[in-house]
């Protein structure tokens, strides 16, 4: 559920369960999404992609879907695992000119319960 | 090359030295970026490359603040006169410019903590 100062959104699933992780993006002119993992203590790991003129994407148990008209992007884990436990970022590019720069939101935090 | 690499990992300075961090980045990859992080928040940008030409800066990145990237290869970013504000973990992230994307790899950071 969602929470105040510095603590996180946290979605609490079990083991085997699949996880929605749900993100506003700000800026309708963001031509490119990436979703990323972060782990405590380590830098963002990509895991997924997606560009504007798509609406779903999908990898190895992991999907992405962009829905454009409310400006909202979701990450799909199916059989989520403990290994999932993480904070997970998505992040909007907006590219004037090729420059691709990320700009992230707070994140999510996953905590997978075996 | 197994990723981009950042060092130190950890510095803990006291408040008003000046610190330096380095990053190198994944080989070939023309673009680097500086982030920085605080608890609970996603990573801020702070500045770009494309090769050795600095093409962005945000406006966190203050006059204390300046990044280098003088070949085209590893970056440095160097934090003058620390201030206990500046307590975050610095991210470096590289990509390269393909047909179908600019996938952008960071590295495990350099935690700073100002005393």
């Known amino acids: 559920g969602e929470s105040v100062g510095l603590h996180l959104p946290t979605l609490s699933v079990q083991e085997g369960d699949n996880s929605i992780i749900n993100c506003a993006y700000s800026?309708?002119?963001?031509?490119?999404f990436i979703w990323y993992k972060q782990e405590s203590g380590k830098g963002p790991q990509f895991i997924i992609d997606?560009?504007?003129?798509?609406d779903k994407r999908q990898g190895q148990r992991v999907t992405v879907l962009l829905n454009k008209t409310v400006k909202h992007l979701s990450l799909q884990i199916a059989a989520t695992q403990p290994g999932d436990s993480a904070v997970y970022f998505c992040?909007?590019?907006?590219?004037?000119?090729?420059?691709?720069?990320?700009?992230f939101g707070r994140g999510t935090s996953l905590i997978v319960h075996p | 090359d197994t990723g981009v690499s950042q060092n130190p990992r950890h510095k803990i300075t006291k408040r008003g030295q000046n610190v330096t961090f380095r990053c190198d980045p994944i080989?070939?990859?023309?673009?680097l970026y500086w982030y920085r992080q605080t608890l609970g928040q996603g990573p801020e940008f702070l500045t770009y490359?494309?090769?050795?030409?600095?093409?962005?800066k945000s406006r966190l990145l203050s006059d204390r603040f300046s990044a280098e990237r003088p070949k085209g290869s590893f970056s440095t970013l160097e934090i003058q006169r620390t201030e206990q504000g500046d307590s975050a973990m610095y991210l470096c992230?590289?990509?390269?410019?393909?047909?179908?994307?600019?996938?952008?790899?960071f590295g495990e950071g350099s935690w700073l903590t100002v005393v």
């Open positions: 992230a590289s990509s390269i410019d393909t047909a179908s994307g600019n996938t952008i790899y």
């Open positions: 992040a909007e590019n907006i590219s004037p000119g090729g420059s691709y720069i990320p700009t």
């Open positions: 997606i560009r504007s003129n798509m």
């Open positions: 800026n309708s002119a963001s031509d490119y």
């Open positions: 080989s070939e990859h023309n673009r």
């Open positions: 490359f494309q090769n050795e030409a600095q093409l962005e």
